[in-house]
């Protein structure tokens, strides 16, 4: 089993819909929950960070986690053209070295 | 410079050649990573250096040799690659705080092996 889960998409949606993306994790001492938007051919950057059970908004972005279930979702609202890349999940054990573990990502392509 | 910078941003070289990626964090930052990124595969961190200490060695051959003279910069020693090393390779840094750890990337260093 994968330590960090998400369907790889394409997950396709047209333009002003909400986005939802998944991901699951298999260590019950996860910490802390991260969402990194990628652009083909650029380094990821940082969107949402969460660490309490529950929703946390931030703009047209919501992250959800659940630590019962083990998973954490990314909602994007009013989805956008430009919202198209890969957006990657991870994950930090409980450790003191700050490890992150990655998802393989899941592709979002927002169509006009 | 903001950010985190890396140089060079591509490079090509052959196996039996040696050379050094450079990382620098302009943040005030007291962690910095390194990672691979291959295709079709996920981020894989290769190692972590804690208020200049090296704290994680992720299993990575002995061909990649990291050193962190100082809290703002990393490196990375290359020498006698293999093709299959061909990937994008990553730095980061972060501000180190349990449970926080909000790590930010550099552009990469997209590196070819002959």
């Known amino acids: ?112 | 410079e903001t950010g985190v910078t890396q140089t060079p941003r591509h490079l090509v070289m052959g196996m039996t050649n040696k050379k050094s990626l450079k990382c620098e964090q302009h943040l005030g930052h007291n962690a910095m990573y390194w990672y691979k990124q291959s295709a079709k595969k996920p981020l894989e961190l290769m190692f972590v250096y804690s208020l200049e200490e090296r704290v994680e060695n992720n299993s990575v051959p002995s061909r990649f040799s990291p050193e962190c003279p100082n809290s703002s910069h990393l490196f990375l020693h290359l020498h006698t690659l293999q093709p299959e090393d061909s990937a994008l390779y990553l730095c980061a840094s972060s501000q180190e705080s349990l449970p926080y750890n909000e790590q930010f990337f550099g552009p990469g260093t997209r590196l070819t092996v002959l």
Do not use: H
Request: aromatic share 10%; net charge neutral.
């Open chain 1, 1 to 112: 089993q994968k330590e960090v889960e998400q369907n790889s998409g394409p997950l396709s949606v047209p333009e002003g819909a909400i986005a939802s993306l998944n991901c699951t994790y298999s260590d019950r001492g996860s910490q802390s929950f991260f969402w990194y938007r990628q652009y083909s051919g650029k380094s990821p950057e940082l969107i949402m960070s969460i660490y309490s059970n529950g929703d946390k908004e931030d703009g047209r972005f919501t992250a959800q986690l659940n630590k019962a279930s083990q998973y954490v979702s990314l909602l994007i609202r009013d989805s956008q053209p430009s919202d198209s890349a890969t957006y990657l999940c991870a994950v930090r054990l409980w450790s003191n070295t700050g490890k992150l573990i990655f998802g393989q990502g899941t592709t979002l392509q927002v169509k006009p």
